[in-house]
């Protein structure tokens, strides 16, 4: 093996520049993660975290919490807003302890752990469906909580209640466009030396915040960048936006899109 095949081997992403829009705060194991395989990386944030226009919900909820027997999570962010919101009233995981937890991903599963709660459910696939899948037999007659963001899909709640379930849905935090986004993506998408050879999406958040900032800028200037998704769902997101996905993860974290783009140039 030549020391150029053993650098491509190595470095699958050596000559790619990946333009990573998720939240700032959540960034870092991505880009951390793509510059080891050699990417320069271009951060242009598109998506913003920020509390609910109202905690009323979530905080009734939480004092109530012995009203449930299901709790389920669907993100880190949920997950960090929720041990936020109970520290603020005065409460401690103690007050969960009786409830069932499903949650998705194993990050989901990883940040509840560590707030020292057991998770009875972390299904394979970590999207919305496999959830429901989950639960259908679990849930006839109980008392679902359900913790998300503000805008979200509603698979969960309609397809419980079907199933029998009485689900309360909480909204723990909101996605907002960061002020800064326009200019600065608008600046590496016409500069032609930072102009990215890949966008990554982690949600269909990311998506459509993407798409809105593009405004009236013409949609050639994508031509020839590789789309990469976290998942089906945001696939979705993009076809529905008018987007092409040419990489997508087989497992829906950071990591397996990062291993999606490696297995992808690799053969590219």
Request: charged content about 25%; aromatic content about 4%; hydrophobic content about 45%.
């Amino acid at each position: 093996m030549t020391a150029t095949t053993r650098s491509a081997a190595l470095k699958p992403l050596r000559a790619q520049r990946v333009l990573v829009t998720r939240a700032r705060k959540q960034a870092g194991e991505l880009a951390s993660a793509l510059r080891q395989l050699g990417a320069t990386v271009l951060e242009v944030p598109v998506i913003e975290i920020c509390p609910p226009q109202s905690f009323r919900r979530l905080d009734r909820a939480l004092r109530h919490a012995g009203d449930y027997q299901w709790l389920i999570l669907t993100s880190v962010n949920g997950v960090q807003a929720l041990f936020s919101r109970l520290e603020k009233l005065g409460l401690t995981k103690s007050h969960l302890e009786h409830l069932r937890i499903a949650a998705i991903g194993p990050a989901t599963r990883a940040e509840i752990e560590q707030a020292g709660l057991a998770v009875s459910v972390t299904p394979k696939k970590y999207v919305a469906e496999a959830v429901v899948d989950a639960l259908r037999g679990e849930v006839r007659g109980k008392r679902v909580l359900l913790v998300r963001a503000r805008v979200a899909r509603d698979v969960i709640p309609q397809e419980l209640r079907l199933a029998g379930a009485t689900v309360e849905v909480a909204e723990a935090y909101q996605t907002l466009v960061p002020p800064p986004a326009r200019g600065r993506l608008r600046q590496v998408l016409t500069d032609m030396r930072q102009r990215p050879t890949t966008i990554t999406f982690t949600s269909s958040s990311t998506a459509r915040n993407f798409v809105g900032l593009l405004g009236n800028l013409r949609r050639d200037l994508l031509d020839g960048i590789t789309m990469a998704s976290i998942g089906p769902v945001t696939s979705s997101t993009l076809r529905e936006l008018g987007l092409p996905t040419h990489v997508e993860a087989r497992e829906y974290t950071v990591a397996g899109l990062v291993e999606a783009l490696a297995e992808y140039f690799s053969r590219t």
